[in-house]
Each structure stands twice: as structure tokens, then as C-alpha cells.
């Protein structure tokens, strides 16, 4: 429709084929709900990876609304060859948000599938499409008084659970495991047939949400973290509300308490004393989110000083590691379980918080809410504490170890550091691993920040892995170097997978690194 | 805990219809749909600056939302579409200054205010 050459096209594409598969595209979906002009694309290109946005540039945006659109569209794109990303709510921030993982790639925009399909009130399940927000989820579950909990991550009110669980993220309540807790998939795949994963694969199966593994390989695992199609609809256990919920905060004074915490932790959460996903939280996790201001006491460049962390503790009544986490039951099983958690508490020299607005602070308050998977913004209140926009978790898998977690914590802040940024850590802790999730943040519009924080995540990346830590989830910037640390053969399966399930390569090449 | 009994199934429309619902205009003293469900949770929360009774310009908020700026992120036509935006930007833009608001706007400025450079 436009007439002005075009600045971004898909590679290898050549502009007349691009405008041609456009037309078509646009005979499918309806001409509104297929953007190709820079203004218009502008949202799907804000990222707050240390790369110029350039790198990152779709060449178009269409926005389907069903599963037949989606077909008839992958027609077109194997057509002309055009790889598309497929975007659910595109609110991964910081790990690529809703841009694609290579320029020129075609956006597709799900978000505008957004049905709750089925809530089973009796099973506690839901099928919901990509569009769906934990919001949405959350405010529908209110309104018809179901007493459901779903667990969601932090940005959960503009998120949603499909590509959350795509992506293998992770939550606070009992069902934090995301993927864990999901059950059934539908699927398009590249040449357009529609799969569904598990018990769904049978003609007239109801148990599609309550049996995961169906007949022969469970296949749901591929399609997540990969490109080998593009999820519709997706299947989660929700969580019966306690008729008891008691979440509490242990504060602990010193950076190498982290081993005795873990230590004491890691029993109860593995016999499920407490269910839900632990969060270790590090003093400058907290203290964004507790309003303090870098500035007042770290007004120069470079990273804050162990000296200024320990008068933020002071000043503000923060530990060096703050440990929240809740039980899950009747009065009667909390008030047994209690016991423990106090014990356990005073045992290690924690400080036991379990009032959230009268010792806890703001912090407190939106750890609680997440813990019953009540959806807020309150975590990004961590953009706040270097400003300019610049975020990416660096997240690698530790085990549920104390001396591990020590070793992790001293070696990402060490190379931090060096290149002038702070460690904003927390650990999430899985049922026998950890998730040690830490925010690589600067300013996005400081050019030298930039370079630094790309070299910097580089850094942690190589010395994790030489030390046999691999992340759990990354950035799309880095797919390809985060492929390559975990080695050739799972990349050449992926390969070989890649070509027989998308063989013209049109489904997000390069994403986790798959490519043919 | 009884559980409820009622299988829910949600005709597909009901929700696909919500993002039209979001561009109804509400009532001058209502707080608008699409400022409760997404923008308030970071700017009537001190995460984000408060942005009511601050006479910001209509363009000027669309600009932003659609563009993101610094920290805060994007937000895309099917989040929220054209007629919701335009609903939303006018209802900041003409927002009375509550006393919280105002409190928060006169607040020194966040590294992710407004006033800061452009990206």
C-alpha cells in the first residue's frame, strides 16, 4: 500500500516478493492488522538489550486472529520464504520484548487472541490463547468468584501465561514451574497443520488438560524455547485457593549467610513444606523496589561500593539476602508448619517478617501479592535504579546448594564490576536447582553503558559456562552464543528437527540459536 | 473448600471483544478503562512519574505509549488499539491534579521521569 521504499526487508526477500506476500497476507487478515510502515512498527522495535535497535527491526507486523488466518498466512510466508516471529503478548522485557530475533523478520503479533477458552472449576484447569494476560486471567477468575490461583512472573499484568510457559519462565506460588504446570498444546506448524500435543491428538479426548503425556514422545518440550511452530492454545493446572495463605520474609545481615540459607531451605522445599518457588532476594534487588535512590549513595560512575550496600542495609532495614517465600493450607497444617519456619529461622539468625505493610515495605508488599499470584508492575521499580532503559537477565541454573550459590553470587559480581555495573540478584529456587536470575542494568542511552553491558554479558556468559553453568533462558541478542555453550549434538538434533518440521526455515530462524 | 460445580465454558467472543470495550468513553469523573488495567500500575504506584493533573499533551502521551521511553515499554495497537489510546490520552491529559498526584509530580524526578533525554 505504501509507496516509499522500504528500509527493512526480510533477508534474501527481494521488495517486489515482500509487497506481493504483503497483499496477500493483508487479503487474509484484513488490511488494518498489517503494519509495514516505521511508525507503526515503532512498538514492536522498543528492546532494552545492549544491541541498537537496528539489529532487532521487523519488516512488518501482522496481527492474526485465528488459527485459519494463521494457516492461510503460513501458505503465503513458505510461498516467498519470509521467516516470521511470532509474538504472544511480547512482553519478555529483557530478554528480547517483542521484537525479532533477526532484522528484517516478519512479526506476528498474537495478541489479539486473547480468549479464555475454558475454565474448569472443578479440575482447576484453563486453555487460553497467546493474547491472554495474567490481568485478563486474574480479573475473569474474580468476576465469576472462582477460587483459582495461577502463579504468574513479575511483569504479569501486561504478560500472559502462554508465552511465558513457551518460553520456560518461572513464577512464585506452588505452581512457579510454569511449564511444569501447563498441560496440552495446539501447534501450527510451518506447512500449516495444526497439532495438538498429548491427549488433544485424539478425536473426541476431554482429557486433553488433564493428562499431559498422552500416547508415544511427548512432544510439548520442542516447542518450547524453539521455532518449530507457532503455539495457539495452551492448557494450565491453576491452583485451588488456600483456605490459609501465610507469607512471610526472613532477612539475613551478610552476603556469605546465602550458604547456610540454602542449606536450611532446600530440605523443606524439596519435602514440600513449602511449596512455592523460594526467592532469595539481594540487597539491591530490594532496595529499588524499596524507592532508595542510587544516587544518594553512589553519585559517581562505576559500580556501587560493598561499603554504600551495607549503609542502604542500614538505612533502610534490608538484609544481605532477603528470603520470601509462604505456606499453603488450612489454619491448622500452617500453624503445625509455622513452627518449622520459626525454628528454622532462628536457628540461621534470620529475622522473621510476617506483616507485609507494617515491618515490610513496598518491596514486601508486591512479593507477598506475587506469592498468591495476584498480578503487578511492583518489580519494575528496578528500572529505576540505573535509569536509561537498559536491562538483560543474565540467568544461569545453580544447584540448590549454599556453597554453589556463593560461588555464583561472587563470580557474577566480581565481573559486574569491572565494567561499572552493580549485582541485582535474586535466586529462585526450583525444587533441587536455582534459578539465579540477575539484572544486567544501564543506561540504554549512554553509548559507552551500551558497549560495556554487551561486553559485560558476554563475560558472565564464557565464565559461567567454563564453569559448567549454563542459563536457563536468554536474551534473543545472544541465542546464538548461548546455544553454543551447550555443545554440538543437542544443536545438531535441533538441526535436524529444524529441517524436517520447517524446511524452508521460515519459523523464527535463529531463535535459541536453531537455524538450518 | 466446596469446589464450584459449574463447567465454564466462555463463548470465544465475550473476551475477544475486550479490546473494543476499551475504547468506550467513560464517564468525565470515571478512571478509564485502559488507565486502570495497564498505565495505573506503574504511575499511580511511584514506579512510573504520575502522569494525572500534569496537563501532559495528547499527542505527546500517544507518542510515548506507542514508542515506549526509556524504561517503560511499548505498547502495541493490539494492546491497546487507536480509539482506546486516543480515549486514554485525553482522559490523562485532562485529568483534575489530586492532591496524591500532584505530590508525586513535584517529587524529584526518577531517573525514568520524563524530563529526562529522549532515547
Not at chain 1, 559500580?303 to 517465600?325: P, T
Not at chain 1, 556463593?406 to 552493580?422: E, N, V
Request: one cysteine or more.
Amino acid at each position: 500500500m505504501t509507496t516509499t521504499p522500504r528500509n527493512v526487508l526480510p533477508k534474501g526477500v527481494s521488495a517486489s516478493d515482500f509487497e506481493q506476500a504483503l497483499t496477500q497476507i493483508r487479503a487474509i487478515v484484513g488490511a488494518e492488522y498489517v503494519v509495514a510502515e516505521d511508525t507503526a512498527l515503532a512498538p514492536y522495535n522498543k528492546i532494552m538489550m545492549a544491541v541498537p535497535d537496528e539489529q532487532h527491526a521487523p519488516s512488518a507486523a501482522v496481527m492474526p486472529d485465528s488459527v485459519e488466518q494463521i494457516q492461510a498466512i503460513m501458505k503465503v510466508l513458505n510461498q516467498h520464504r519470509i521467516p516470521v516471529y511470532p509474538i504472544s503478548t511480547g512482553k519478555n522485557l529483557g530478554y528480547g520484548s517483542a521484537a525479532p530475533v533477526e532484522r528484517g523478520q516478519l512479526v506476528m503479533d498474537l495478541r489479539r487472541m486473547n480468549r479464555i477458552l475454558d475454565v474448569d472449576a472443578e479440575l482447576c484447569t484453563a486453555l487460553v490463547e497467546p493474547g491472554v494476560t495474567y490481568q485478563q486471567l486474574y480479573d475473569y477468575l474474580q468476576e465469576k468468584k472462582l477460587p483459582l490461583w495461577f502463579s504468574c512472573p513479575a511483569p504479569s499484568v501486561i504478560a500472559g501465561p502462554l508465552g511465558n510457559m513457551v518460553d520456560r519462565g518461572v513464577g512464585y506460588t506452588p505452581y512457579g514451574e510454569h511449564f511444569l504446570f501447563s498441560s496440552g498444546m495446539e501447534v501450527v506448524l510451518a506447512d500449516g497443520e495444526v497439532l495438538r500435543t498429548g491427549m488433544g491428538s485424539m478425536p473426541g479426548s476431554n482429557t486433553w488438560q488433564v493428562f499431559k503425556w498422552g500416547y508415544g514422545p511427548t512432544l510439548d518440550g520442542i516447542f518450547t524455547q524453539s521455532n518449530y511452530g507457532i503455539v495457539t492454545k495452551m492448557g494450565m493446572w491453576l491452583m485451588p485457593a488456600p483456605p490459609d495463605y501465610r507469607p512471610f520474609l526472613i532477612q539475613y545481615p551478610e552476603d556469605t549467610d546465602i550458604t547456610k540459607i540454602v542449606d536450611a531451605l532446600r530440605p523443606l522445599r524439596i519435602a514440600m513444606v513449602i511449596p512455592n518457588a523460594v526467592v532469595i532476594a539481594h540487597t539491591l534487588w530490594e532496595a529499588p523496589c524499596t524507592k532508595v535512590n542510587r544516587a544518594d549513595y553512589h553519585p559517581g560512575p562505576g559500580a556501587i561500593s560493598d561499603e554504600a550496600v551495607q549503609k542502604i542495609r542500614k538505612d533502610h532495614n534490608l538484609g544481605a539476602w532477603n528470603v520470601y517465600a509462604a505456606l499453603y493450607g488450612t489454619p491448622e497444617t500452617n500453624a503445625a508448619n509455622w513452627k518449622i519456619i520459626e525454628q528454622v529461622a532462628a536457628a540461621t539468625g534470620g529475622t522473621l517478617i510476617t506483616d507485609s505493610t507494617e515491618q515490610g515495605g513496598r518491596a514486601t508488599q508486591y512479593r507477598f501479592d506475587l506469592m498468591k499470584g495476584k498480578p503487578n508492575l511492583g518489580e519494575f521499580d528496578l528500572y529505576n535504579w540505573r535509569g536509561g532503559g537498559g536491562s538483560m537477565w543474565f540467568a544461569p541454573v545453580s544447584q540448590a546448594k549454599g556453597s554453589e550459590t556463593l560461588k555464583q553470587m561472587r563470580m557474577a559480581k566480581d565481573i559486574l564490576a569491572k565494567y561499572g555495573f552493580d549485582y541485582v540478584g535474586e535466586f529462585i529456587v526450583g525444587w533441587r536447582d536455582m534459578h539465579h536470575v540477575i539484572d544486567l542494568l544501564y543506561d540504554r542511552s549512554d553509548a559507552e553503558q551500551m558497549k560495556k553491558a554487551h561486553a559485560c554479558f558476554d563475560e558472565l556468559l564464557q565464565s559461567f559456562a567454563r564453569e559448567g553453568y549454563g542459563v536457563y533462558r536468554a536474551n534473543t541478542a545472544f541465542a546464538e552464543k548461548v546455544a553454543a555453550t551447550y555443545g554440538p549434538v543437542k544443536r545438531d538434533v535441533e538441526r535436524r528437527l529444524k529441517r524436517a518440521l520447517d524446511p524452508n526455515n521460515i519459523i523464527a530462524p535463529g531463535r535459541c540459536g536453531i537455524s538450518i | 473448600m466446596q469446589p464450584n460445580k459449574t463447567r465454564i465454558l466462555v463463548a470465544s467472543l465475550v473476551l475477544g471483544c475486550a479490546q473494543l470495550a476499551l475504547a468506550a468513553d467513560p464517564p468525565a469523573q470515571e478512571r478509564d478503562r485502559t488507565y486502570a488495567k495497564v498505565c495505573g500500575f506503574c504511575h499511580d504506584k511511584g514506579v512510573g512519574p504520575a502522569i494525572l493533573g500534569r496537563e501532559l499533551p495528547v499527542a505527546y502521551i500517544e507518542n510515548v505509549v506507542r514508542h515506549g521511553f526509556r524504561a517503560m515499554p511499548s505498547f502495541r495497537s493490539t494492546e491497546i488499539d487507536n480509539a482506546a489510546l486516543a480515549s486514554v490520552a485525553r482522559w490523562v491529559s485532562q485529568s483534575p491534579a489530586t492532591s496524591a498526584a500532584s505530590a508525586s509530580a513535584t517529587a524529584p524526578a526518577s531517573p525514568a521521569a520524563p524530563a529526562t533525554k529522549a532515547q
